[in-house]
């Protein structure tokens, strides 16, 4: 039987929207995934000086709560992420490993000065999880513009690009599972 | 295509790891260093298309690195990483030759995008060495004239095996155009619009030549100023031509037959195998046959290099030519300098067809080009050619007595020297005596 995805939303965090996400996840990677609440500790994480986030730190955080052996799990916070040399990440996964973590802090469009728009949350924040998720499972970014592992750095780009991943990624990532049997 | 390579230098763990992870996700190698000393080491190893490099390090501080990165591969691309406080020192670098520097903590838009600008720049460094030899290459180009069937037999063979991958061997005499057809065979062959790289290994000794060939680290030999790429590895992807293989030493036969086999080298001092995918295009004026019967030639290298092999007819062979030929140069030097083409004799055109022509078609190239130097007037006499030709070189039948040879050699050197005979006696090996003797018994005359 084929491991499911744990969408694991951090510390509390409990959006109205947490099953389509879910669905958009399971659409995506044709694999069981489920939507699971999950308590890390984030205090090591918190840059005061930067009011952000370590990433790498909630990821490694994250590891350790991995329900079962073969699942890949993937946090979801609001609040915002860096990496010590960016100003900030979307997310950061494992490259071909067992966990990823997605931010929706800059997903929403009150960030960005607008009303918000639960809906285009809930599509950014679908695309970003399946594009992290995607690198845990062995992808790289994607030159195809309209495929999801196609590399965004501003979310102008999360929007131009599709939820799904393009046919060359697809048989990648088929090569891939069926090498993992 | 192989990922391209990212060489990140700084002292702090979690930079190289965020910056690693970030590269890694984009398809990168991505290499670490936590210290210039390290950063070094890894550069010697083996180029890098970008280096990412923290100013501020303990030990050797970031400017120094990028000195010595820049010794190490002068075409390094590196890309300052700085904190706010020492912009100074990244303008310093830039000085240097640092493609640009960002601060940290970087936009990752930022980061991307000067990361692509500095690989695209890389990439158009790289295709422009490729450009230019390419330029080079056409300008040298030169069509190869021949209506004989001889030469129709050669356009054949040609057209057969560009289409092929095979390693093809080119023999015949000096002069008659080997570097041609093989330049002809990589025009119509599927690597054109990568280089073709010619090396004449006859010409250089094999100290040289090893070097030429597979290319040469910093420090691999006194005067390694700088990382070198060989011949090899600049014909990736395209052919290299190598001109008089029957002149290779015994040494070089055995490291060729390594890069033939596994098309994998290193450089001269270096360590890291570099691959480079080539078709060899060889050429010779001697009989490789001969030289491996007589043990100075590998017989495992023949076969390897002896796929397809095409026999270049000596001129002599190929009377037909002559005469198109000869037009093909006047039109050749009459634009050249500048001058209307002439037209050519009759008394002329029978000297140049029946020349034989020992230095082939770059003898006749020679002896037109003197004749549009020297000559006037709308035609080309027959006093326009070189003597040896005008005096009827080749109307000579070649069963001739060893008497009438030694005669017209004395007439010739005696004509070379403005009839000092003195001169000529030293020049022929003979003495003074035994050389007026001769040109007693033959009767020879000056301008005879």
């Known amino acids: ?181 | 295509m192989s990922a391209r390579k990212i060489l990140i230098v700084d002292d702090e763990l979690s930079v190289r790891q965020s910056l690693r992870e970030w590269f890694l996700e984009d398809g990168w190698a991505v290499t670490t260093a936590e210290n210039g000393n390290a950063a070094l080491q890894l550069m010697d190893d083996g180029p890098y298309d970008i280096v990412l490099l923290d100013l501020k390090m303990p030990g050797m501080d970031g400017i120094t690195v990028q000195k010595r990165i820049r010794e190490l591969d002068k075409d390094a691309c590196v890309i300052i990483l700085t904190a706010f406080a020492s912009v100074e020192t990244a303008v310093e670098a830039l000085k240097l030759g640092a493609f640009d520097y960002v601060t940290k903590p970087v936009d990752p838009d930022d980061l991307s995008n000067l990361v692509r600008n500095a690989l695209r720049q890389r990439e158009l460094t790289e295709e422009n060495v490729r450009l230019k030899e390419k330029v080079s290459e056409l300008a040298q180009a030169s069509p190869i004239v021949g209506d004989s069937p001889k030469m129709q037999r050669v356009f054949e063979m040609i057209r057969t095996v560009a289409e092929t991958d095979s390693t093809v061997v080119i023999r015949g005499e000096s002069g008659t155009g080997k570097e041609l057809i093989a330049r002809s065979i990589h025009a119509q062959s599927k690597r054109r619009f990568f280089p073709i790289v010619a090396v004449n290994a006859g010409s250089i000794p094999e100290s040289l030549l090893e070097s030429e060939l597979f290319g040469h680290e910093k420090g691999a030999f006194t005067g390694a100023q700088y990382r070198r790429k060989g011949k090899i590895e600049l014909a990736h992807g395209g052919t290299l031509l190598l001109d008089e293989i029957g002149d290779v030493t015994p040494k070089m036969q055995i490291d060729l037959l390594r890069v033939l086999e596994t098309k994998r080298f290193t450089r001269l001092g270096g360590n890291q195998e570099i691959v480079s995918d080539f078709r060899l295009v060889c050429a010779t004026h001697k009989n490789l046959e001969q030289l491996v019967e007589a043990g100075t030639f590998r017989e495992d290298l023949y076969y390897r290099i002896n796929v397809f092999s095409i026999e270049v007819p000596p001129l002599r062979e190929r009377a037909d030519d002559i005469m198109p030929l000869a037009r093909f140069f006047v039109a050749k030097y009459a634009r050249a300098m500048g001058k209307p083409e002439r037209a050519v004799s009759p008394e002329a055109e029978r000297l140049l067809v029946q020349y034989r022509w020992p230095g082939n078609v770059r003898e006749l190239e020679n002896a037109i080009e003197r004749a549009m130097v020297i000559g006037s007037g709308e035609t080309i006499h027959s006093d326009d050619l070189p003597l040896h030709v005008e005096n009827g070189g080749a109307v000579e039948p070649v069963a001739r007595s060893l008497a009438a040879v030694e005669k017209e050699h004395i007439t010739r050197v005696l004509d070379d020297l403005d009839g000092n005979v003195s001169q000529a006696a030293k020049v022929l090996g003979i003495d003074r005596a035994t050389l007026y003797n001769k040109i007693k018994r033959y009767g020879v005359r000056r301008g005879q």
Request: charged letters at 20%; glycine letters at 8%.
């Open chain 1, 1 to 181: 039987m084929t491991p499911p995805v744990y969408l694991a939303f951090l510390n509390g965090y409990a959006p109205p929207w947490q099953d389509v996400v879910a669905g958009g996840v399971r659409e995506a990677l044709a694999r069981p995934v489920r939507a699971v609440p999950v308590q890390v500790d984030l205090a090591p994480a918190y840059a005061r000086e930067r009011e952000q986030y370590h990433a790498t730190l909630i990821l490694a955080a994250l590891l350790r709560q991995v329900p079962e052996p073969g699942a890949r799990i993937l946090g979801i916070t609001p609040f915002d992420l860096y990496i010590p040399v960016l100003t900030f990440v979307f997310g950061q996964s494992q490259l071909d490993g067992t966990g990823a973590v997605v931010s929706t802090h800059r997903l929403r469009p009150e960030y960005y000065g607008l009303p918000p728009d639960e809906g285009l949350t809930v599509e950014r924040t679908i695309k970003e999880a399946v594009h992290e998720l995607g690198h845990a499972f062995g992808l790289v970014h994607c030159p195809e513009y309209g495929c999801v592992m196609h590399a965004s750095t501003y979310v102008e780009e999360v929007d131009l690009k599709g939820a799904s991943y393009c046919g060359a990624c697809l048989e990648e990532l088929h090569v891939r599972r069926a090498s993992a049997h």
